[in-house]
């Protein structure tokens, strides 16, 4: 990947539109923007004032009489601009053609077509942003749910990057004196043990608070992956249809009517469940059902939450408890369904079929009649994910990477903790605390390889 050539692209969707807006980065963005638009008034493109629209005429790049739109052009100067070098961004008319001409036109200029995610990249690379904070804007544009997104938008104004330079500066600071009295005995003092301890709790409390709200980050990202599980006919579908408020999935009466998974969003206090509805799980049965099952299986592996469906007006099968045995150890909200009719089994006899403590709700889903126990159910799931409430000026780690990292410095400290603790050598604490501050690095991309960079910026889509 070159750096300092002139890259552009199209940086809105493609398609007929309000505007369209073609992205131009790099030292020669003016001098070829300059050929192909003309402002209306005296100035030049390359003399117009930074970060000002100006309405001007779009000519083809090699006939200079012939319009190809008009459109709304602003020069942004580096330093001050998204990528931190020159900028030139055209808006014009939506549509397939406008844009197309533009950018093509641009690139006989002698602009390259931008990566996907090159734009980013080179606001990173000139320190517009550190690497969270590139996540943050993919997760700002992938984001599905409203605490997402807020969350997304704190993190994009470098909240997080703040919070992990702040331990990283503490972490270098001890690191820095340590090294000072080991090289000027005479002139500074080993600081104490006990002043060193409690700098390190600090940093280690503030660690693991931010490793604690990672489960919290991502499902304010991606939502609650929640499944539907029972046996065949409890009010599954039923179920779903009743979290949507909307006939999504087929319900009869017919054991075994669902046969693939149906996946929704359903967005409750804030947060999303990314719902599963699957089929009945029982003995036997034909070739297509025993497929669903598997599936029904493999979801439950894969999901945060497992809503097991009881027909409470039965008494439990022993499919009922062969599921109830794969449940074991997953997060799981029982739903004693049907409870307009009368019941057979209660709360206390399903909660004793369960090893650890797991919450039972009643719900009623009759195709005709009164549904209840949905929001009751929704109040329990929000409280369990989001625990009440999200402070609205708290930052939440909330991918892979930032996490792994974080776990790396939270080890380091712990051993630098033992080192001090035990009485080892200066040196070797000094070896630990300069492993956590390279692993907080890692977290804003300031010590972080090149292999992870290129990660990270795959995920973007071109013109951003
Ligand atoms: N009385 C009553 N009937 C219900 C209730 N919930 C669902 N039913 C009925 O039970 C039958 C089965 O409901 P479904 O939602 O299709 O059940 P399911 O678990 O999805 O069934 P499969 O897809 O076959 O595994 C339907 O006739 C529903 O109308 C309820 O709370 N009370
Ligand atoms: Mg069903």
């Not at 999504?248 to 693939?260: K, L, Q």
């Not at 598997?294 to 009922?320: G, P, R």
Request: some cysteine; hydrophobic content about 40%; aromatic content about 4%.
């Amino acid at each position: 990947m070159k750096l300092n050539d002139t890259i552009a692209a199209i940086a809105t969707p493609r398609g007929a539109g309000g505007i369209a807006i073609i992205r131009l980065s790099g030292t020669d963005a003016e001098k070829i923007a300059n050929v192909m638009v003309k402002p209306y008034g005296r100035k030049k493109l390359v003399e117009l004032e930074s970060h000002k629209l100006t309405l001007s005429r779009v000519f083809a790049y090699d006939k200079s009489d012939y319009m190809i739109d008009e459109a709304l052009v602003a020069v942004m100067r580096a330093p001050k601009s998204y990528t931190g070098e020159d900028v030139v961004e055209i808006n014009c008319h939506g549509g397939y053609l406008v844009a197309d001409k533009i950018l093509n036109g641009l690139l006989q200029c002698g602009a390259r077509l931008a990566e996907a995610g090159e734009f980013t990249r080179r606001a990173f690379i000139n320190g517009k942003t550190d690497l969270s904070g590139a996540e943050a804007v993919i997760d700002l544009m992938e984001s599905a749910t409203e605490e997402g997104l807020h969350n997304a938008a704190v993190s994009l104004t470098g909240v997080l990057a703040d919070k992990i330079k702040a331990l990283r500066e503490k972490t270098l600071n001890i690191a820095a004196n340590i090294s000072a009295a080991a090289d000027y005995p005479d002139e500074v003092d080993m600081p104490e043990s006990d002043e060193l301890l409690s700098v390190i709790d600090a940093v280690q409390t503030q660690i693991d608070e931010l490793l604690n709200g990672f489960n919290k980050g991502r499902i304010m990202r991606d939502g609650v992956r929640t499944v539907i599980v029972g046996r065949p006919n409890v009010g599954k579908s039923s179920l779903l249809n009743a979290l949507l408020r909307a006939e999504r999935a087929i319900v009869t009466d017919i054991p075994g009517t669902t046969r693939d998974t149906i996946e929704e969003l359903v967005s409750i206090g804030g947060i999303a469940l990314r719902l599963t509805d699957t089929a009945g799980i029982r003995e036997g049965k034909d070739e297509a059902e025993k497929i669903g099952i598997e599936k029904s299986k493999e979801n439950i592996e894969v999901s945060d939450l497992c809503l097991f469906v009881l027909d409470s007006s039965e008494e439990m099968t022993n499919d009922d408890y062969d599921i109830a045995k794969a449940l074991n150890g997953k997060k799981t909200i029982v739903v004693l369904n049907k409870c307009d009719k009368k019941p057979v089994i209660s709360k206390e006899k399903v909660k004793e079929i369960f090893t650890t403590d797991v919450t039972v709700v009643e719900t009623a889903t009759p195709k005709k009649g009164e549904t209840s126990g949905i929001e009751n159910l929704e109040e329990i799931i929000s409280d369990m994910f989001i625990g009440g409430e999200i402070k609205p000026d708290e930052v939440y780690i909330s991918n892979e990477r930032q996490r792994d990292a974080l776990i790396k410095a939270r080890d380091a400290i712990t051993h630098s903790r033992e080192c001090i603790q035990s009485g080892l050598p200066y040196d070797l604490l000094f070896i630990d605390l300069e492993d956590a501050v390279s692993a907080f690095g890692e977290v804003t991309g300031e010590t972080v390889q090149e292999e992870i960079v290129n990660n990270v910026f795959e995920r973007f889509c071109v013109g951003k």
